[in-house]
């Protein structure tokens, strides 16, 4: 099951500026790295953002993460078409000794 | 370039065993730590298991601890796991994933386009 929560659906239009909540526990976001995830329907998941606020190379840097305590959030800037897809956040949860994800939010560009 | 292949999926009956496969290229297989996520038809991901790079430590889902078994073979870079007593909502599409520290501290860095298993 889902322990963090974001929201289901976000939009923008070209160009906006689309941010993301990602919300835990102190078992879990409180006291590990935060990790984002980008889906596109049928593929695989692929690594955004990592220990919080790192960009894997070849990640545009329209793309931030931030974390203040147990709350986390991805930014996008400049939002463009392609980014149209689905995002989970992740983080080690001490007190399940396991990794727990994020409900998953849906981003629309209108 | 790193590339994980899933295999070992298909439709299998309740109460059933199953073992998947993920082959691993591209990188020292038996120097990172490895999991499996998985995504029920429509749904969000969900961890299931991690082994580190030597096989010394796993870690289980409550949802699926004491059915499922984390492994992996060094000698043929692969990953396992092995699903017992299955149900039917263990359907899903299964990914191995590789963690770029020898455990588990550091997430997900490549993931494999995963195999579905479907039980019914």
């Known amino acids: 099951q889902s322990v963090l929560t974001q929201p289901p659906s976000a939009s923008g239009t070209p160009g906006q500026r689309v941010t993301i909540s990602c919300s835990g526990s102190?078992?879990?976001?409180?006291?590990?790295?935060l990790y984002w995830y980008q889906q596109f329907p049928g593929t695989a998941p692929k690594l955004l953002i990592y220990r919080n606020n790192q960009r894997p190379s070849g990640v545009p840097d329209r793309f931030s993460g931030s974390k203040s305590g147990t709350s986390a959030s991805l930014a996008i800037s400049g939002l463009r078409s392609e980014d149209e897809a689905d995002y989970y956040c992740?983080?080690?949860?001490?007190?399940?000794?396991?990794?727990?994800f994020g409900t998953g939010t849906k981003v629309t560009v209108l | 370039q790193v590339h994980l292949v899933e295999s070992g999926g298909g439709v299998v009956q309740p109460g059933r065993s199953l073992r998947l496969s993920c082959a691993a290229y591209g990188f020292t297989f038996r120097s990172y730590g490895m999991h499996w996520v998985r995504q029920a038809p429509g749904k969000g991901l969900e961890w299931m298991a991690v082994i580190s790079y030597d096989g010394s430590n796993t870690y289980y889902a409550g949802s699926v601890k004491g059915r499922f078994t984390i492994s992996r073979d060094n000698s043929k870079d692969t990953l396992y796991l092995l699903m017992n007593s299955l149900r039917a909502e263990d359907t899903a599409v299964y990914h191995c994933?590789?963690?770029?520290?020898?455990?588990?501290?550091?997430?997900?860095?490549?993931w494999g386009q995963g195999t579905l298993v479907t039980v019914s």
């Open positions: 992740a983080a080690w949860d001490d007190s399940l000794s396991g990794y727990v």
């Open positions: 102190s078992s879990n976001i409180g006291s590990n790295y």
């Open positions: 994933a590789k963690d770029p520290s020898g455990y588990y501290y550091e997430g997900f860095d490549y």
